[in-house]
């Protein structure tokens, strides 16, 4: 139980916690928003600015499948301030690099930053908040879709401004150095686990296909997501000659009807069988993006937020069905699926810039749909397997 100096510090972590995912947010769509202006002061073609997002959600992958076991054996708030502490130095650093490797280190910094939060923050909020999971989960990652949305208003305000990238890096990072001084300040109790990291469990779910199917559905769909954060502004640009500033604020749409949707979420789900609205939502982003990218000009606009809107439910109807799947080892579970969304969003951030290099941004976004026609094939499979395992493991009637 918490006395009231620590019920002050439980106030200040929790905080702490939401903007800290609020940063990682914004670190995505803020490189995605000013990817156009570091390929001109590198003179980078797309498949060599491929390299930055690749990178980033390379670190944040590796970070979060190793701060999983972490978090279960140190202290919680003080991962959490470190990981603030490294995103606020390596944004604040790429500002100043003005070497393109150097640029790429600090770059993979601010992904390993971002995996340290993400595996920290997660399990601190639910071990305060017992009880609570669901709510408290659902506003956290509500910061991540605030902080993803306010990053192209930003960068994007900034670049047509006369600032900088780097300047406006600069910033970013100051204002993370600032929020991990708050963590660090004492009067916050120590959070530590109360359940053991089960290596074990790990090596079940692996062998396990419809904890595979989970896992590939997840890397596809998320890393889908983050593609459209990393390329969409280069993409509207480039192909639909839209100027940065009506970009980036596309890009913004996008992200505040994938916050609305998200909050749309938890009541829908309540109401529509779990496999029936994630094959829905599939078939509406499929839809949506396929107008995107065939529509000219301005016309494409509605139809980012309605892809947003439809992306918002995929994720955390995913991150659900895992945790009620396999309750008995939740935490490795959603580590695990957390990972698949790191490395989905390098694999498929890297091939947007490759088949865009080669064909075209066109044929670029195109290959998304590909991505989720696979989902669709995908989920298909892990509800068959998953009835099948059912019907085998009932009982059968005794023969006459």
């Given at each position: 139980?918490?006395?009231?100096a620590a019920g002050k510090g439980k106030k200040r972590i929790t905080l702490g916690a939401f903007l800290c995912q609020g940063l990682l947010g914004m670190s995505r769509t803020f490189l995605g928003t000013a990817l156009p202006a570091i390929r001109a002061t590198?003179?980078?073609?797309?498949?060599?600015?491929?390299?930055?997002?690749?990178?980033?959600?390379?670190?944040?992958?590796?970070?979060?499948?190793?701060?999983?076991?972490?978090?279960?054996?140190?202290?919680?708030?003080?991962?959490?301030?470190?990981?603030?502490?490294?995103?606020?130095?390596?944004?604040?650093?790429?500002?100043?690099?003005?070497?393109?490797?150097?640029?790429?280190?600090?770059?993979?910094?601010?992904?390993?930053?971002?995996?340290?939060?993400?595996?920290?923050?997660?399990?601190?909020?639910?071990?305060?908040?017992?009880?609570?999971?669901?709510?408290?989960?659902?506003?956290?990652?509500?910061?991540?879709?605030?902080?993803?949305?306010?990053?192209?208003?930003?960068?994007?305000?900034?670049?047509?401004?006369?600032?900088?990238?780097?300047?406006?890096?600069?910033?970013?990072?100051?204002?993370?150095?600032?929020?991990?001084?708050?963590?660090?300040?004492?009067?916050?109790?120590?959070?530590?686990?109360?359940?053991?990291?089960?290596?074990?469990?790990?090596?079940?779910?692996?062998?396990?296909?419809?904890?595979?199917?989970?896992?590939?559905?997840?890397?596809?769909?998320?890393?889908?997501?983050?593609?459209?954060?990393?390329?969409?502004?280069?993409?509207?640009?480039?192909?639909?000659?839209?100027?940065?500033?009506?970009?980036?604020?596309?890009?913004?749409?996008?992200?505040?009807?994938?916050?609305?949707?998200?909050?749309?979420?938890?009541?829908?789900?309540?109401?529509?069988?779990?496999?029936?609205?994630?094959?829905?939502?599939?078939?509406?982003?499929?839809?949506?993006?396929?107008?995107?990218?065939?529509?000219?000009?301005?016309?494409?606009?509605?139809?980012?937020?309605?892809?947003?809107?439809?992306?918002?439910?995929?994720?955390?109807?995913?991150?659900?069905?895992?945790?009620?799947?396999?309750?008995?080892?939740?935490?490795?579970?959603?580590?695990?699926?957390?990972?698949?969304?790191?490395?989905?969003?390098?694999?498929?951030?890297?091939?947007?810039?490759?088949?865009?290099?080669?064909?075209?941004?066109?044929?670029?976004?195109?290959?998304?749909?590909?991505?989720?026609?696979?989902?669709?094939?995908?989920?298909?499979?892990?509800?068959?397997?998953?009835?099948?395992?059912?019907?085998?493991?009932?009982?059968?009637?005794?023969?006459?």
């Amino acid at each position: 139980m918490f006395n009231s100096a620590a019920g002050k510090g439980k106030k200040r972590i929790t905080l702490g916690a939401f903007l800290c995912q609020g940063l990682l947010g914004m670190s995505r769509t803020f490189l995605g928003t000013a990817l156009p202006a570091i390929r001109a002061t590198f003179g980078l073609n797309l498949l060599q600015a491929g390299t930055f997002p690749a990178l980033l959600q390379l670190g944040y992958s590796l970070a979060v499948f190793a701060g999983g076991p972490l978090s279960d054996r140190l202290e919680k708030r003080r991962m959490l301030a470190t990981g603030a502490l490294l995103i606020g130095l390596s944004l604040f650093l790429f500002g100043f690099s003005g070497w393109l490797w150097a640029s790429l280190v600090c770059i993979a910094l601010v992904g390993v930053a971002g995996g340290v939060i993400e595996s920290s923050s997660n399990p601190l909020l639910i071990q305060l908040f017992r009880g609570r999971e669901s709510s408290v989960m659902n506003i956290h990652h509500f910061f991540f879709a605030v902080g993803s949305l306010s990053g192209p208003l930003i960068v994007g305000a900034a670049l047509a401004g006369g600032i900088t990238w780097q300047e406006a890096y600069r910033i970013y990072g100051l204002a993370a150095l600032l929020l991990s001084s708050m963590l660090f300040l004492p009067g916050i109790p120590p959070i530590r686990s109360d359940r053991p990291f089960d290596r074990r469990g790990m090596g079940t779910l692996l062998r396990d296909p419809a904890f595979l199917t989970l896992f590939a559905i997840t890397f596809l769909s998320v890393g889908v997501q983050n593609g459209i954060a990393y390329w969409l502004v280069t993409f509207l640009t480039d192909a639909k000659g839209y100027s940065i500033g009506i970009a980036s604020t596309s890009l913004s749409l996008y992200f505040v009807c994938l916050a609305i949707g998200r909050l749309l979420t938890s009541y829908l789900i309540t109401r529509v069988q779990e496999t029936v609205y994630l094959l829905t939502l599939f078939s509406l982003v499929l839809i949506t993006l396929a107008f995107i990218i065939a529509l000219p000009g301005f016309g494409a606009l509605p139809f980012i937020g309605l892809c947003g809107l439809a992306q918002a439910g995929v994720f955390p109807t995913l991150l659900g069905r895992a945790g009620r799947l396999y309750s008995t080892t939740p935490g490795t579970a959603l580590g695990l699926i957390a990972t698949g969304t790191g490395l989905g969003s390098m694999v498929i951030a890297w091939l947007i810039s490759l088949v865009s290099q080669l064909a075209g941004l066109r044929v670029g976004f195109a290959f998304l749909e590909l991505a989720y026609l696979l989902c669709v094939v995908l989920m298909i499979y892990h509800i068959r397997w998953l009835r099948e395992r059912t019907a085998a493991a009932s009982p059968r009637p005794a023969s006459r």
